[in-house]
């Protein structure tokens, strides 16, 4: 569910978007990835990236200056989301416990499971959505809605 959320959620903050000039969503920010468009950019890539990670896949190397339009994430974006529903789709409680081995440029080996690395790629998004509600603000405009409730993420025709 949480997925659906993050995706609904994103959705949401590239038709907000809409409503900028290329100029605003570009301008330099403290924190996040320093702007709108190079945030929304990272969430994509970041989500992606662990997806690929966990299926032994290669990792992503583009670069923000290639995409530096809310057209252009957005159509990385859809690339991308077909793999990642693909994955999320096929979820089940055997992957949970699934050891990840990862070793970090200090050397040092680094174990979690694909539970965790789930969970960390969920909070990752939810934590940039929180800058770009403060970035909202910071230019005087409404963010967009992170409530969770509402947003027909369950199914009750079966209840």
Same mark, same amino acid.
């Given at each position: 569910?949480?997925?659906?959320?993050?995706?609904?959620?994103?959705?949401?903050?590239?038709?907000?978007?809409?409503?900028?000039?290329?100029?605003?969503?570009?301008?330099?920010r403290s924190?996040?990835?320093?702007?709108?468009? /190079?945030?929304?950019?990272h969430i994509?890539?970041?989500?992606?990236?662990?997806?690929?990670?966990?299926?032994?896949?290669?990792?992503?190397?583009?670069?923000?200056?290639?995409?530096?339009?809310?057209?252009?994430?957005?159509?990385?974006?859809?690339?991308? /989301?077909?793999?990642?529903?693909?994955?999320?789709?096929?979820?089940?409680?055997?992957?949970?416990?699934?050891l990840f081995?990862?070793?970090?440029?200090?050397?040092?080996?680094?174990?979690?499971?694909?539970?965790?690395?789930?969970?960390?790629?969920?909070? /990752?998004?939810?934590? /940039?959505?929180?800058?770009?509600?403060?970035?909202?603000?910071?230019?005087?405009?409404?963010?967009?809605?992170?409530?969770?409730?509402?947003?027909?993420?369950?199914?009750?025709?079966?209840?």
């Amino acid at each position: 569910m949480f997925f659906s959320y993050n995706w609904s959620v994103r959705e949401d903050w590239y038709r907000w978007c809409e409503e900028l000039s290329e100029e605003e969503l570009l301008l330099t920010r403290s924190g996040g990835m320093g702007s709108i468009l /190079h945030t929304l950019f990272h969430i994509v890539d970041v989500e992606w990236s662990w997806i690929r990670v966990l299926q032994g896949k290669s990792d992503f190397q583009e670069s923000f200056n290639d995409y530096k339009s809310l057209d252009k994430i957005r159509e990385l974006d859809a690339k991308f /989301h077909i793999e990642v529903k693909n994955f999320v789709d096929s979820w089940d409680n055997e992957m949970e416990n699934r050891l990840f081995y990862d070793t970090l440029p200090d050397g040092r080996t680094v174990t979690d499971t694909w539970g965790e690395i789930i969970r960390h790629t969920i909070a /990752h998004e939810i934590h /940039h959505i929180g800058q770009l509600s403060i970035w909202a603000r910071e230019i005087g405009k409404q963010p967009v809605s992170a409530n969770l409730i509402g947003r027909g993420l369950v199914n009750y025709s079966n209840k």
